[in-house]
C-alpha cells in the first residue's frame, strides 16, 4: 500500500513534469495573402533570317533594314539582298522572321498586320504578298502559326524616282485570333 | 516494526500503514522534489515565445501588413509580355512559362528560450496551387505538406526570403489567390 502510494505520486509527479509546456515545441506563425490579375499577352519579335539580311536589333520588337547604298544597275547590295530589274523599275529584297507567341490564352493562331508609318505613293512595299500603304494595315496573315514565319520584304523602285534616301518605318499587329 | 504490522491487519486484509517516521519523511521528500521540479518547469516553460513578422525588403515589393505576422503581396495586373510589375518585383519569361519574384524580410524573436541558437521555419499552401509553383527561398510549397524554409534559422535580424510565383503560358488568364502559412519552431 505504503509502495503504491509512493509510485502513484511519483507517476503524478512525472506526468506533470512532462506535460508541462517546456516539452511542447515552442512556435509562432504568421500569413503572407498573395494576390495576381493573370492577363494574357502577345509578343512579337523580328529575328534575321539565316538567307536574309542582318537585321539591327534582332531579337527585338524593333528591327531595322538598311540597304545601303544601291542602285538599280551595277552596284553591290548587302548580303543575302536579292535585286530585281524589270523594264521600269527595280526591287530589293530579303527575307526577315516574325515571331510570335502568346500567353495565358488559348489561341490557335494570330492576324498579322502591317501599315506604313509614311505615306509613299512612289515606291511599292511589300511584306510576303501583302502590299503595304499608310493609308490602312493590310493583313499580312490571318492564321499564322505562332512561332517564328519568314516573310519576304520587298521594295520596289520605279526608274522614275528621283536619287536619294527611302526613310519609312512598317508597323506591324499580331492579334492573338 | 512488522510485528506492529501484523497487530494491526484489518480483517479484510488491508494493512494500515504504519511505516516508520524515517521511511514517511523520505517518501515525502521524494514526492515533494518531483512535483516541486514540475511546477518550476511548468513556471519557466510559461515565459518561452517567438514572435514571427514580416516586413518589405528594401529590394522588394511593399508589403500590406509589414511588420505584422499577417502580410499581404498584390502583384495586380500582370503580364508575360509586354505591361509593367510593381516596384521591387522581378518578371523572367521562359520557353513555357513566366515567374514574378519579390524579397521579402523575415524577422524571429525569441523570449524565455535561452537554449535554442536557431530556428525551424515551414510554410506550406493553404489552397492547392497546382497550376502554378510557389516558392520561398528555396522550398518549392504546395498545400499537401509544410516545406522547409530553412532548418537553422537566425533570431534576431531580418532574413530575406525570395518569394516567386511561376505562371505556365498555358494557364488561363484570371485571378491568382493564395495564403502561404508560416510556422516557425524554435529548435
Given at each position: 500500500m505504503?509502495?503504491?502510494l509512493?509510485a502513484?505520486?511519483?507517476?503524478?509527479?512525472?506526468?506533470?513534469?512532462v506535460?508541462?509546456?517546456?516539452?511542447?515545441?515552442?512556435?509562432?506563425?504568421?500569413?503572407?495573402?498573395v494576390t495576381?490579375?493573370?492577363?494574357?499577352?502577345?509578343?512579337l519579335?523580328?529575328?534575321?533570317?539565316?538567307a536574309g539580311?542582318t537585321?539591327g536589333?534582332?531579337?527585338?520588337?524593333?528591327?531595322t533594314?538598311?540597304?545601303?547604298?544601291?542602285?538599280a544597275?551595277?552596284g553591290?547590295?548587302p548580303?543575302n539582298?536579292?535585286?530585281?530589274?524589270a523594264?521600269?523599275?527595280?526591287?530589293?529584297?530579303?527575307?526577315?522572321?516574325?515571331?510570335?507567341?502568346v500567353?495565358?490564352?488559348v489561341?490557335?493562331?494570330?492576324?498579322?498586320?502591317?501599315?506604313l508609318?509614311?505615306?509613299d505613293?512612289?515606291?511599292t512595299?511589300?511584306?510576303?504578298?501583302?502590299?503595304?500603304?499608310?493609308a490602312a494595315a493590310?493583313?499580312?496573315?490571318?492564321?499564322?502559326a505562332?512561332?517564328?514565319?519568314?516573310?519576304?520584304?520587298a521594295?520596289?523602285?520605279?526608274?522614275?524616282k528621283?536619287?536619294?534616301?527611302?526613310?519609312?518605318?512598317?508597323n506591324?499587329?499580331a492579334?492573338?485570333? | 516494526?512488522?510485528?506492529?504490522?501484523?497487530q494491526?491487519t484489518?480483517?479484510?486484509?488491508?494493512?494500515?500503514?504504519l511505516?516508520?517516521?524515517?521511511?514517511?519523511?523520505?517518501?515525502?521528500?521524494?514526492i515533494?522534489?518531483l512535483?516541486?521540479?514540475?511546477?518550476?518547469f511548468?513556471?519557466?516553460?510559461?515565459?518561452?515565445?517567438l514572435t514571427?513578422?514580416?516586413?518589405?525588403?528594401a529590394?522588394g515589393?511593399?508589403l500590406?501588413?509589414?511588420?505584422?505576422?499577417?502580410?499581404?503581396?498584390?502583384?495586380?495586373?500582370?503580364?508575360?509580355?509586354?505591361?509593367?510589375?510593381?516596384?521591387g518585383?522581378?518578371?523572367s519569361v521562359?520557353?513555357?512559362?513566366?515567374?514574378?519574384s519579390a524579397?521579402i524580410?523575415v524577422?524571429?524573436?525569441?523570449?524565455?528560450l535561452?537554449?535554442s541558437?536557431?530556428?525551424t521555419?515551414?510554410?506550406?499552401?493553404?489552397?492547392?496551387?497546382?497550376?502554378y509553383?510557389?516558392k520561398l527561398?528555396?522550398?518549392?510549397?504546395?498545400?499537401?505538406?509544410?516545406?522547409?524554409?530553412?532548418?537553422?534559422?537566425?533570431?534576431g535580424?531580418k532574413t530575406?526570403?525570395?518569394?516567386?510565383?511561376t505562371i505556365?503560358f498555358?494557364?488561363a488568364?484570371?485571378?491568382?489567390?493564395?495564403?502561404?502559412?508560416i510556422?516557425v519552431?524554435?529548435?
Amino acid at each position: 500500500m505504503k509502495l503504491k502510494l509512493v509510485a502513484g505520486l511519483t507517476i503524478l509527479g512525472l506526468a506533470t513534469l512532462v506535460s508541462s509546456p517546456v516539452f511542447a515545441a515552442t512556435t509562432a506563425s504568421g500569413t503572407v495573402a498573395v494576390t495576381a490579375t493573370v492577363a494574357s499577352s502577345v509578343s512579337l519579335t523580328f529575328v534575321s533570317d539565316p538567307a536574309g539580311i542582318t537585321l539591327g536589333g534582332t531579337g527585338t520588337s524593333a528591327a531595322t533594314v538598311a540597304f545601303g547604298n544601291v542602285q538599280a544597275f551595277g552596284g553591290v547590295v548587302p548580303a543575302n539582298v536579292t535585286k530585281t530589274v524589270a523594264a521600269a523599275n527595280w526591287t530589293l529584297s530579303t527575307p526577315f522572321d516574325v515571331v510570335v507567341a502568346v500567353a495565358n490564352q488559348v489561341s490557335p493562331t494570330y492576324t498579322l498586320t502591317a501599315q506604313l508609318a509614311i505615306a509613299d505613293a512612289v515606291d511599292t512595299w511589300k511584306v510576303g504578298a501583302s502590299t503595304i500603304t499608310s493609308a490602312a494595315a493590310a493583313t499580312v496573315t490571318a492564321a499564322g502559326a505562332y512561332g517564328s514565319t519568314s516573310y519576304t520584304l520587298a521594295l520596289t523602285i520605279p526608274f522614275a524616282k528621283a536619287a536619294g534616301a527611302i526613310t519609312n518605318t512598317i508597323n506591324f499587329v499580331a492579334t492573338a485570333n | 516494526m512488522k510485528e506492529q504490522l501484523r497487530q494491526n491487519t484489518i480483517g479484510h486484509d488491508a494493512t494500515v500503514l504504519l511505516s516508520s517516521s524515517h521511511q514517511m519523511l523520505k517518501h515525502f521528500w521524494i514526492i515533494a522534489m518531483l512535483l516541486t521540479l514540475a511546477l518550476l518547469f511548468v513556471e519557466s516553460a510559461s515565459a518561452a515565445s517567438l514572435t514571427l513578422t514580416f516586413s518589405s525588403d528594401a529590394s522588394g515589393i511593399s508589403l500590406g501588413g509589414s511588420g505584422t505576422s499577417a502580410a499581404t503581396i498584390n502583384f495586380a495586373s500582370v503580364h508575360a509580355y509586354g505591361g509593367a510589375v510593381p516596384a521591387g518585383v522581378t518578371k523572367s519569361v521562359g520557353a513555357t512559362n513566366w515567374t514574378l519574384s519579390a524579397p521579402i524580410d523575415v524577422l524571429v524573436t525569441k523570449a524565455g528560450l535561452g537554449t535554442s541558437v536557431n530556428y525551424t521555419m515551414t510554410a506550406q499552401l493553404q489552397s492547392s496551387g497546382l497550376t502554378y509553383t510557389w516558392k520561398l527561398g528555396s522550398a518549392t510549397l504546395t498545400s499537401a505538406f509544410p516545406a522547409m524554409v530553412t532548418a537553422a534559422g537566425v533570431y534576431g535580424s531580418k532574413t530575406a526570403y525570395t518569394f516567386s510565383l511561376t505562371i505556365p503560358f498555358s494557364a488561363a488568364a484570371g485571378t491568382v489567390n493564395n495564403t502561404l502559412d508560416i510556422l516557425v519552431t524554435a529548435n
